[in-house]
Nanobody, 123 residues
Framework: HVQLVESGGESVQAGGSLRLSCTPSTDTVRTMAWFRQAPGKKREGIAR??????????TYADSVKGRFTISLDTAKNTMYLQMNSLKPEDTAIYYC?????????????????WGQGTQVTVS
């Protein structure tokens, strides 16, 4: 497993923006993703990116499409989630996930490494 360190979660007003970061302990991961879990709800996959194709291979959940952007900075070995036009329903703990294999789907069972989570609160 790979250690993942997340940062960037905080409280923000509706309509605002945040950028989450996730840095893996190794540069050998292939697919990275963001999931989120709101109180009382199931963990939801919201965005994934292929480490080799970058922006050419991304997937977004319908709930965030057009508002969130996932990206990779290979020089910094860091993945980002730019979140714009935030809504109260975006409030959740956001988790970074990674796997050394190519994962084309936003399924939690396809990722073997997870971060500790960072809280995003939109009011």
């Amino acid at each position: 497993h790979v250690q993942l360190v997340e940062s960037g979660g905080e409280s923000v007003q509706a309509g605002g923006s945040l950028r989450l970061s996730c840095t893996p302990s190794t540069d050998t991961v292939r697919t990275m993703a963001w999931f989120r879990q709101a109180p009382g709800k199931k963990r939801e996959g919201i965005a994934r990116i292929d480490g080799l194709s970058g922006a050419a291979s991304t997937t977004y959940a319908d709930s965030v499409k057009g508002r969130f952007t996932i990206s990779l900075d290979t020089a910094k070995n860091t993945m980002y989630l730019q979140m714009n036009s935030l809504k109260p329903e975006d409030t959740a703990i956001y988790y970074c996930a990674a796997d050394r294999r190519f994962c084309g789907f936003l399924r939690a069972d396809r990722f073997d490494s997870w971060g500790q989570g960072t809280q995003v609160t939109v009011s």
